[in-house]
């Protein structure tokens, strides 16, 4: 029982570092041609955001705003695509994950 204790422990401390390793990581979504390209940290908080200023146009708004939520779900896509890489590990098989 002991033994399985210090496991538990184990896993625990692993899980933590890496969650952390996980909130350190940068992803970069970009949308077409790079022209709009976002980076968030692995804990989904935004850190940069580039736009080129060929799609600036005030006539159309709604391209711009349709290249923002493309790179914003690429970057989220691939912290998702990470997280189940590096956690799911962790949590297989427990109930709620």
Do not use: C, H, W
């Amino acid at each position: 029982m002991q033994g399985m204790m210090k496991q538990m422990q184990k896993m625990q401390k692993d899980m933590v570092k890496a969650q952390e390793a996980l909130n350190e990581k940068q992803f970069t979504g970009a949308a077409t041609n790079d022209l709009v390209t976002v980076t968030f940290t692995g804990d989904r908080k935004m850190v940069d955001m580039s736009i080129q200023e060929a799609v600036v146009d005030p006539d159309d708004v709604e391209m711009l705003q349709d290249l923002v939520m493309l790179a914003v779900n690429d970057a989220l896509a691939q912290i998702e695509k990470e997280t189940e890489a590096t956690m799911g590990k962790y949590t297989k098989g427990l109930p709620g994950f």
